[in-house]
T-cell receptor, first 111, second 114 residues
Framework: KNEVEQSPQNLTAQEGEFITINCSYS?????LHWLQQHPGGGIVSLFM???GKKKHGRLIATINIQEKHSSLHITASHPRDSAVYIC?????????????FGTGTRLKVLA | NAGVTQTPKFQVLKTGQSMTLQCAQD?????MSWYRQDPGMGLRLIHY???????DQGEVPNGYNVSRSTTEDFPLRLLSAAPSQTSVYFC?????????????FGDGTRLSIL
């Protein structure tokens, strides 16, 4: 079993829909990152979370440390949101300096 | 700022050849890392560095070497290329390893080993 699991693996939505992508992890962490990988391959950092909730434009990320679970929400989805969304966790400070990545959720938003 | 620059973008090698993938950042970041991305698998850490002169192995280090002689540069060397090393390689950097700093990724190198 992978230490970081994402669901769903693939998601197709209609433009305007509310989208949720989930990330569950089985290890202790100091932080969790959400990344976006564009169809061209480039990877950008969306959020870094250690507790609570963050919002940037139409994107919202939440984390529940006790349940070892994070969600990424996209409101009013748009075709330009089509990408692979990747969850990555960071071990506690003082441990190894190694991120652990999920396999990603491939999102396609149809016009 | 240029950010994280990876070269080359594409490369085809024959089995047994050696080569170096270049990675440079101009943000004075302490932490740099190399990942490989294969279909159906998440990014996997090959090697990382927490500062000039300090490197350590990641999850899949076999067949690869790194060095960090300067803060800016973190080259990845394939010693004797094997078909199993066909992959997309990403270099990334961050200011430090506090968890509250984003990772900045290069555009990737698509490597094919024949």
């Amino acid at each position: 079993k992978n230490e970081v699991e994402q669901s769903p693996q693939n998601l197709t939505a209609q433009e305007g829909e509310f989208i949720t992508i989930n990330c569950s992890y089985s290890v202790g962490i100091s932080a969790l990152h959400w990344l976006q990988q564009h169809p061209g391959g480039g990877i950008v950092s969306l959020f870094m979370l250690s507790s609570g909730k963050k919002k940037h434009g139409r994107l919202i990320a939440t984390i529940n440390i006790q349940e070892k679970h994070s969600s990424l929400h996209i409101t009013a989805s748009h075709p330009r949101d089509s990408a692979v969304y990747i969850c990555a966790v960071l071990p506690p400070l003082g441990g190894t300096y190694k991120y652990i990545f999920g396999t990603g959720t491939r999102l396609k938003v149809l016009a | 700022n240029a950010g994280v620059t990876q070269t080359p973008k594409f490369q085809v090698l024959k089995t047994g050849q050696s080569m170096t993938l270049q990675c440079a950042q101009d943000m004075n970041h302490e932490y740099m890392s190399w990942y490989r991305q294969d279909p159906g698998m998440g990014l996997r850490l090959i090697h990382y560095s927490v500062g000039a002169g300090i490197t350590d192995q990641g999850e899949v280090p076999n067949g690869y070497n790194v060095s960090r002689s300067t803060t800016e540069d973190f080259p990845l060397r394939l010693l004797s290329a094997a078909p199993s090393q066909t992959s997309v390689y990403f270099c990334a950097s961050s200011y430090n390893f506090e968890g509250n700093q984003p990772q900045h990724f290069g555009d990737g190198t698509r490597l094919s080993i024949l």
